[in-house]
């Protein structure tokens, strides 16, 4: 019997969408990757695109409830 993960296609499809917006020009976190997108694992679907051969960038930035999160863009 094979083995049907729908995950792999659902990664599949969060990364492109993920990449979409950050091809647009957009940065991207862990909660709007969350809020956009249902992705609840962003730093591995940003692993999936650098394995891909995208070269994205990674800052830490400072919340305005003074918590620090992972910000991801892409070069251009």
Do not use: P
Not at 12 to 36: D, V
Not at 45 to 68: F, P
């Amino acid at each position: 019997m094979a083995n049907i993960n729908d995950n792999a296609a659902s990664s599949q499809t969060q990364c492109n969408m993920i990449l979409e917006w950050m091809q647009k020009g957009y940065s991207i976190t862990s909660l709007e990757a969350l809020n956009l997108f249902g992705c609840m694992r962003l730093a591995s679907r940003i692993h999936d695109l650098r394995e891909r051969g995208y070269d994205i960038n990674t800052c830490k930035i400072k919340t305005n409830t003074g918590k620090w999160v992972t910000e991801y863009t892409i070069k251009n």
